[in-house]
C-alpha cells in the first residue's frame, strides 16, 4: 500500500515537473527564433545570468533578507491579533459583534488601496509596508480560526461543561486542540498571502527588498531582473509553504 502511494506521488510529481519543462521549452524556444524582442522577454540564459550576477554581489541576498524580515513581521502580528481577537470572541461573545462589521469592511478593501492613507498617517518607514502585510495575511488566519474555534463539536464543550470547565478551560483545552487543523490551514494560507503583498508593501518608498529590487529593475527597463526577481519570490513562496506544510503535518501527526 505504501509503495502503491509512494508511486502515485512520483507520477504527481513528474506530471508537475512536465508542464514546468514544457513552459521552459516554449519560452527557449521563442526567445532563439527571435518571435518575441529580447527587451520583451529576455531568454532563460540571460535570466540566469543575470540571477548569478546579483547573487554574486550581494544584492539578491540582502533584498530577501530585508524582505523576510517584513514579511514574518507581519505575519506574526498577524497571528498575535487573531490570538487576541478570537479570545475576546470566546470569553465575552458580546465583544465579537462590535468588531465584525469594521473586520468585514477591512476584508473587503485591497490593501492596495490603502497605501496612500498608510504613508500619511504612518509615514514613509517600515510600519506602512508592514501594515500592507498585516491586512494581507490577518483574514486568512483569522476566519480559518473562528472557523475552527465556533465550528467546534458541541458534545465535547457540553463534556466540558459536565465536569464544570470554565469557559476560559473550555476554550483552552477542548476548543483550541480542536481547532488546529483549521488554525494551521489558515497560517499555510497567510503565508501565501504574505508573499503575494510583498511587492505592494515595498510600493511605499521603500531603498530595499526583493519587491523594491523588481520595481526599480522595471524602472531600468531591465525586464531580465525583474523576472529573475519574480522567480526568486516564486521559490521563497513554494519553500517557506512547503516547510509550513511540513509542519502542519508534524503537529497533527503527534497531537
Not at 508537475?16 to 532563460?44: D, G, H, M, N, Y
Not at 497571528?79 to 473587503?108: D, E, K, M, N, W
Request: aromatic residues 10%; hydrophobic residues 55%.
Amino acid at each position: 500500500m505504501k509503495s502503491l502511494k509512494d508511486r502515485n506521488k512520483i507520477k504527481i510529481f513528474l506530471k508537475q515537473i512536465f508542464i514546468f519543462a514544457l513552459i521552459f521549452v516554449l519560452w527557449e524556444f521563442v526567445t532563439r527564433k527571435a518571435l518575441v524582442s529580447s527587451f520583451v522577454l529576455p531568454s532563460p540564459e540571460q535570466v540566469y545570468e543575470t540571477f548569478i550576477e546579483i547573487l554574486q554581489n550581494g544584492e539578491l541576498i540582502s533584498n530577501i533578507v530585508v524582505s523576510l524580515r517584513r514579511l514574518f513581521t507581519g505575519f506574526g502580528i498577524s497571528c498575535g491579533i487573531t490570538f487576541i481577537l478570537v479570545i475576546l470572541a470566546v470569553l465575552s461573545p458580546a465583544l465579537r459583534s462590535y468588531f465584525q462589521g469594521i473586520l468585514t469592511v477591512l476584508r473587503h478593501t485591497p490593501p492596495l488601496s490603502l497605501i496612500p492613507l498608510l504613508i500619511l498617517w504612518l509615514g514613509i518607514g517600515e510600519a506602512p509596508k508592514i501594515t500592507v502585510i498585516v491586512l494581507a495575511t490577518l483574514f486568512p488566519i483569522l476566519l480559518n480560526t473562528e472557523h475552527g474555534i465556533f465550528y467546534c463539536d458541541k458534545k465535547l464543550i457540553e463534556v466540558g461543561q459536565i465536569f464544570g470547565f470554565s469557559r476560559k478551560k473550555i476554550f483552552f483545552k477542548i476548543m483550541l486542540p480542536s481547532a488546529l487543523p483549521e488554525i494551521l490551514l489558515g497560517l499555510c494560507l497567510g503565508i501565501g498571502y504574505a508573499w503575494r503583498a510583498i511587492i505592494s508593501a515595498e510600493l511605499i518608498a521603500a531603498t530595499s527588498g526583493i519587491g523594491y529590487m523588481i520595481l526599480d529593475a522595471r524602472a531600468m527597463a531591465r525586464t531580465d531582473k525583474v523576472i529573475a526577481g519574480v522567480l526568486v519570490i516564486a521559490v521563497l513562496g513554494v519553500v517557506t509553504d512547503f516547510l509550513t506544510q511540513k509542519l502542519v503535518k508534524i503537529i497533527t501527526a503527534n497531537r
